[in-house]
Each structure stands twice: as structure tokens, then as C-alpha cells.
């Protein structure tokens, strides 16, 4: 029998032109002055003027921080509690991305509670309470509206902190899935393959639970049915849908049993050669299925039985192999390189990524445990 301790601390509203309440929602937590945290893409977009315009009708005075880098950094949150210092807000929105939730989450903590951002990596850091927070979610990747941890990089070292306590956690996230629908291909396919990733993991980490395992199966029949269709069909709002519930739920997953090795192998990835972390996910998780897989089949053939007959992919065999043909098949559809040797890596580095990936925390939930010999392994298996 294993132990939880499950507590659910977000409120999910979810549907297509759910957008339009944003204003109410923000209102029933009492606030009268907002931050909104948005990525100069979904400015750019319109849909950070729609929230401003809903925070306004309802007596809201909002304003806007959107001066962060794709992986948020230590010197980001800075900008961003020098600005929240300046008009005082009772309410964090985080608008767009995994970085825009995560960089409103880091500067909250600071706000909130000051110091640095290396203060607060680990887990429980943060002594006092934090502000209110919506997040509005405009990608189907990390999951972040469901999750208490801020991925926040050090502007130094490149290292990249998992800071989380459950005082971060979103009070409201609102799932709306026409906000997705004006992401570019790429996007599409980047945020994907990493929610894919997070429904996978959580479902065979160390702490795996009842609970997690409800959120991750769910997870990965939305994802895996529904993710070729939002790259064939962009504008299949009820296949947009699936993939934003999906990542959310996957999201709760790990909130509840953590990552595994694909993480950990992916981010060095990302601060040595800049690797967008859904194509640094890409690159290794068919060749963490295969080598977990080895030790815990009966895991990944529960999963793979799920594919028959799934979006035009039902001839894989069971188990592990199987699996990590699908998902390479998945990678593939979604025309992103699949070989370390095609991004520029630089086989002689491997050792120190390696080294690197196995200071990583995701690592210690991985269900075969990995050092760095392990993860050299598994970085010359991918080049």
C-alpha cells in the first residue's frame, strides 16, 4: 500500500471562452491591483490586452511585466519585483506560457517574502504567505497552473532551480483552450512532446501513487490521442482542448510524484547549448522509456496498451521498445530533430553533461537509478 498526502490548492476552470470571466474570477479574490506577467509573444498576440480590458471592467487597475527571457532568469525576477514594488499589486496573472507562470511565481516569492531567488531552491523555503495568483495558460506544455514550483535560472551559473512551497501554488487556473489556438507549429509541437513527457514519468517515478497515477493515465490518453491532430488540424478546438487538459493534468501529476531522467538529461541541454527544453525532452525520452523499461516493463506495457487503434499509430508492439517507438514516431510527425549530432552538441562535452544531469533532482525520482555513467549512456545513446 503507499501513503499520499494529496490536497488540491488550485481551482481548474476550464473551457472554450472561459477568457471572458477572467475579470469575475480575479474579482472574487478581492484584489484591486494586478501584475500581469505575459511574454512579449502573447502581447503581440492580443490576449494580454484581453485580460487588462476584463481586469479593467471589473475596477482591477493592472500592469504589465514582460521583460523575461524563454527560460526565466534570476535577473528577470529582479526587473520583475522592482516593477511589482512600484504599483503594489494584491494579485499575480500569469498569461502565456510556461515562463510566464513560472516567472510570476518566482516573483512572488521575492516580493513576498525578499531575499534572492537561491533562497527559495528547494521546497518549503518561503516563511511567509504569498499573494494570490491566476494563471492562464495559453500553451498545452508544462503544466505550470497546477504545479507549486518555479523553474527559475541562475543568470550566473545557467543552473536552473526548482523552487517550490505549496504557498505558490495557483489559486485559480483558467483553462481556455482558444487561447491556444494562435500558437505557431512549433510551439504546438515543443509543448506537446514536453507534456507527453510529464504524463510518462509521473506515471513511473519513485513516489508514484494512486493519485498521480489517475492524473498521469488521463494525462496520456488526452495527450497521446490528440497531439498529431492539433499539428494536422490547428484549429481542432475540441483536439486543443484535450491537449491543455492533458498537460494540466499531467502537471498534477507531477505536483504529486515528481520527474524522472528525461528531465534531468534535458536540462544541461538546455544551459550548455540553448536546446528549447521541449526539443531537449524530445531528444532523450524515447531512450529513457527503453532503459527504464528494462527494469519496470510491466509499467510502459500498462501504457502502450492504451495505443492500439490510437491516431493512426496501432501497429506498435507492447511494452517499453514500443513505446519509445511511438513517441519517436510522435517526435518524428512533428519534424524535430531526434539526434543529439543534429543540435550542434559536441560529443567530447558529453562527460560534463553528463556530470551536470546527475546533479539534477529530477533524477533522484527516476524508478532505476541513475549516476553519471548511467547518463553518459544515455547521452551517447541519443547523438
Not at 21 to 39: H, I, M, P, Q
Not at 102 to 116: E, V
Amino acid at each position: 500500500m503507499t501513503a499520499f498526502d494529496y490536497q488540491p490548492r488550485t481551482r481548474i476552470v476550464f473551457g472554450p471562452g472561459k477568457i471572458y470571466s477572467f475579470g469575475e474570477l480575479a474579482g472574487e479574490l478581492g484584489a484591486r491591483r494586478a501584475l500581469v506577467v505575459s511574454d512579449p509573444g502573447i502581447v503581440a498576440a492580443g490576449h494580454t490586452q484581453r485580460a487588462l480590458d476584463a481586469l479593467a471592467k471589473a475596477n482591477i487597475a493592472a500592469h504589465v511585466f514582460s521583460d523575461f527571457h524563454e527560460n526565466p532568469t534570476t535577473d528577470d525576477i529582479d526587473r520583475g519585483v522592482k516593477l511589482a514594488k512600484r504599483h503594489d499589486p494584491e494579485l499575480l496573472i500569469g498569461l502565456g506560457g510556461g515562463r510566464s507562470m513560472d516567472c510570476a511565481k518566482g516573483i512572488n516569492f521575492l516580493y513576498t517574502n525578499g531575499g534572492r531567488m537561491q533562497d527559495y531552491w528547494g521546497v518549503g523555503k518561503a516563511l511567509r504567505p504569498m499573494l494570490p495568483m491566476i494563471a492562464i495558460p495559453t500553451t498545452a506544455g508544462t503544466g505550470s497552473e497546477a504545479q507549486s514550483f518555479a523553474l527559475i535560472s541562475d543568470a550566473e551559473t545557467h543552473i536552473k532551480m526548482a523552487c517550490g512551497d505549496k504557498k505558490a501554488a495557483c489559486r485559480i487556473a483558467l483553462l481556455d483552450p482558444t487561447l491556444t489556438v494562435t500558437q505557431p507549429r512549433r510551439v504546438t509541437a515543443l509543448t506537446g512532446i514536453d507534456a507527453i513527457a510529464h504524463a510518462l514519468e509521473t506515471y513511473v517515478t519513485k513516489p508514484r501513487n494512486p493519485i498521480s497515477l489517475a492524473f498521469s493515465r488521463e494525462a496520456w490518453r488526452l495527450l497521446a490521442d490528440n497531439f498529431t491532430r492539433v499539428l494536422d488540424h490547428p484549429s481542432d478546438l475540441e483536439a486543443r482542448g484535450a491537449m491543455q487538459l492533458g498537460a494540466c493534468f499531467a502537471g498534477l501529476a507531477i505536483e504529486n510524484s515528481m520527474l524522472g531522467a528525461a528531465h534531468a538529461l534535458a536540462n544541461p541541454l538546455t544551459a550548455e547549448y540553448g536546446i528549447v527544453h521541449g526539443q531537449a525532452i524530445g531528444l532523450m525520452l524515447p531512450h529513457v522509456i527503453r532503459f527504464n523499461g528494462e527494469h519496470f516493463p510491466n509499467w510502459y506495457h500498462e501504457l502502450s496498451d492504451s495505443l492500439h487503434g490510437i491516431n493512426g499509430f496501432p501497429s506498435f508492439e507492447r511494452g517499453p521498445d514500443g513505446l519509445a517507438r511511438y513517441v519517436a514516431a510522435l517526435i518524428h510527425h512533428a519534424e524535430l530533430p531526434q539526434k543529439l549530432s543534429d543540435c550542434g552538441v559536441d560529443r567530447k562535452k558529453l562527460p560534463q553533461l553528463a556530470a551536470q544531469a546527475a546533479q539534477q533532482w529530477t533524477g533522484s525520482f527516476n524508478p532505476r537509478e541513475v549516476k553519471a555513467e548511467e547518463l553518459l549512456s544515455l547521452y551517447e545513446g541519443a547523438f
